[in-house]
C-alpha cells in the first residue's frame, strides 16, 4: 500500500514512522526544506524565498507552556535536558529533528514542494498534484490512502473589528512575533489571553512603555504582571490611533499584536474527498477526528485541540493504521459517528483510552494526563509569583515526575 503524508510537523514524522513500521510505501510532502513544521524558527515574516505565506508560528524567547515529559513519542526521550522541563522552541525542534534522523525518515520526504490538489480518482485511487518549489516542475502521483498532517496553527486569524483597516500604526498577528525590540517605547495593544497573549505580553513589557492588554479572562486580573500592563475589555471599535472598548474606555496605540488564534486551511483538498471545512474551524465529518466517513482512505491527524500533541498524534497514527488494515484487507464496516468539535478538553482521558482500547494496545500511561491537567496550575502560580514553581506527581506505581519552571 502507497500512503501520502501531507506534511512533515509533529504529525506528518510520526505518521511516516508509523507507515514504514508496518511494511507501507510512504511518501511525505512539505512545503519548507525542513521537519518541524510551526516549531521551525524563522526570523522571516511575510513570505518565503517561494513567494508562501511563512508559516512557523515561533518566537525567539518562547518557553513552552508543556513541560518536555509531555512532549515526547514513545521509545524516543529528550536527551541532555533532564535538569529542566519547560523547554525553549528550539529544544522541541531539534528533538523532532533527531527523531526524524534515528529512524530514517528524511529520505522518504519530498523537502520544497507544495500540495496543489488532492482528488479521489476512480474509486480507490487519490491523485496528488504537487510542484516541486525550486525546479517548479508539477508531479501528479498515485496512492492508495492519505493521511492529512498540515495542523490548524498556520493560518492567522485575524478577528473583524470595526476601524481595524484605519490603524495607522504597527499591526501584527502573534504568528509573526519574532521579538520584542521592535516595540521599545511603543504603547502596544495585545488582544487575546491565551498561551501566545500572556507570554507576548510578558515580553513586550519589558521594552514598551505602555502594554495594554484586551481579553476577557477575569483569571488573569489577580496574576501579576508588570506595572505597565493595563487590562482592558474587548475592543469595540478603531479610529487610527484610538482603541475604543466596550465598557467605555479608551486608550491611544502605537501597535496592536492580535493573539487570537488559527484556522484551518486545506484549500489543496478537492470537492470529491469528501469533507469540509466549516467555518476555518471545523473538519466535517470525521470518526474519532481522524477517519473521513465518506472515503475511510483519507485521515486527518493533529486537528485535535486542547491536549498533549506527541503521544496523542501517535496514538490517533497507530489507531488509524489498523483501521486502514481492518477497512482495506476485509471490508471493515462500523458505524462511524462524526464529531462535533475538535476540541477534546476535559474528555481527553475518555478519548485517548477509546482509541487505544479499540485497537488493543497500551493506553497512554495515566501520569501523563495527570501532569497536563496540573500545567494550567502551575502556569497560573508562575504568573502571580514569578519565581519557579516546581510540582511533583506520583502516580500508583511511585514514579515521580518534577517539573520546574524557570525564568531563563
Known sequence: MKIAVIGAGVAGIACARRCLENGYVCTVYERTNLVGGTWVYDERVGVDEFGLPIHTSMYQNLTTNLPKELMDFPDFPYEGLDDVSFIKARDV?????????HFGLKKYIRFCNLVKSVEKFDNYIWRIT????????????????????????????????????????????????KFPEKFKNMNVLIVGSGPSGIDICRDVAKVANQVFFSHHNEKLLNNTFSHNVIHKSDIQSINTSNINFVDNTSCTVNAIIYCTGFIISCQFLNSNCGV????????????????????????????????FIFRVFDLQIRYYLNFLKKYTNLNYNIGMIPVKSHFIGNCL????????????????????????????????????TYHSAVFRIIDNTNHVVECNKCNN
Not at 525542534?93 to 534522523?101: C, E, L, R
Not at 498532517?149 to 490603524?167: E, S
Not at 487505544?356 to 500545567?375: D, G, H, K, L, V
Open 93 to 101: 525542534q531539534n528533538y523532532i529533528d533527531k527523531f526524524a534522523d
Open 130 to 177: 504537487s510542484e516541486d518549489l525550486i525546479t517548479k516542475k508539477l508531479n501528479i502521483d498515485n496512492y492508495d490512502s492519505v493521511m492529512v498532517c498540515n495542523g490548524h496553527n498556520a493560518v492567522p486569524n485575524m478577528p473583524d473589528i470595526p476601524g481595524n483597516d484605519t490603524f495607522d500604526g504597527v499591526c501584527i498577528h502573534s504568528h509573526d512575533y
Open 276 to 307: 469540509n471545512v466549516e467555518n476555518g474551524k471545523f473538519i466535517y465529518p470525521l470518526h474519532k477526528n481522524i477517519v473521513n466517513i465518506n472515503n475511510p482512505t483519507m485521515a486527518f491527524i493533529g486537528f485535535v485541540n486542547k491536549t
Open 349 to 384: 482521558h475518555d478519548y485517548c483510552y477509546s482509541l487505544a482500547n479499540e485497537i488493543q494496545i497500551e493506553p497512554i500511561p495515566s501520569i501523563y494526563f495527570e501532569i497536563y491537567n496540573s500545567c494550567q496550575q502551575i502556569r497560573d502560580l508562575y504568573s502571580k
